[in-house]
């Protein structure tokens, strides 16, 4: 059950408990699972419980992969419900830190948005554009929200375009909307929800129909589409169980090059959103047993990936500028795989 499900279709309070519970019996995936209970409490109107789970999380033993999300979304809910000095003291410390993931920029700076805090809010985007996006030639999907982010509020300012601003006009067309983004983030729109004028009226629920299919779009693809990756001693030891899979994985090089190949071949047809998932034969294993099949059944290998890729263990590709290859040779990917 995704979050987003409206509060009449759903018990969120017992998603959330059933999340949790979840949490404790796949620890290696706490973190995701935790994340989306705290949202189901959230929409529950339970924002303290809320506040809990994610200082369990920032708490926690083991390091988290995500700590700057999991600190964003705690300061826009504390602030939800009357904690708005803590709420900004986290929100300083996310922009400061500058993280190279752009949904913690995109959760504080809505934050800010929300609470009419405009100015604040336009910095904090264009922080993080700067940031992330620097010399990029292509901007990841998973930045996209950052720049719509800016687009609506320097529309709201009255700010004239800048590049990024056609930059998201340009990436909101490719996405096949049929309302450009400028008059989707027109602030005169509301006046539009008051007239007595029919055509006005009209007007404005296509524009909403269009800006919930975007909406929905997104939505549709919580999850990267994920290419499953071995490293070297899980890959030996899986076809060394299961001498049938070296016809899929004739050697750990050419495995490594048909995940760049595929990811490349992906996005070049248009699709986005991509990741990578690193794959245990412990884990394939248990994945398989829950099937009732073989882990030699090649069928179950892109099942294993989305279902990994569902639990939050996807990392974007192609990787964000100057980090480290997905592959685990140290180097940076445009000295790696990104050659």
Known sequence: M????PAEN???????????????????????????????????????????????????????????????????????????????????????????DPAPWVIVAEALEAHDELEQAHETFTEGARVLLTDVAEPPYSTHPLLFGRHRVRRMLNAAHDEWDMLADTLHSSSGSPVPLDELHDPKRVWSLGSDNPAELQAEISRLRAELGTFREALSRPFPVAVLHWPASELSELVGGYPSLSSEYPSHEEHLATIEASLRELSASGTANLGIVTGTVPSYEAFAASEGSSPADTTLLPQYATTLAARGRAVEWPPQRGTACWCGSGRVYGECHGE
């Open 2 to 5: 995704r979050p987003d499900t």
């Open 10 to 100: 759903v018990d969120h309070n017992a998603e959330a408990a059933r999340l949790e519970r979840t949490a404790d019996r796949y620890p290696e995936d706490a973190e995701a699972l935790l994340v989306q209970a705290a949202a189901h409490l959230e929409l529950a109107g339970d924002r303290p419980s809320a506040t809990t789970l994610y200082d369990r999380l920032l708490t926690a033993q083991a390091g988290l992969e995500n700590p700057f999300l999991v600190r964003a979304l705690k300061a826009a809910n504390l602030w939800e419900y009357g904690h708005e000095a803590e709420a900004r003291a986290i929100i300083e410390g996310v922009r400061a830190a500058a993280p190279r």
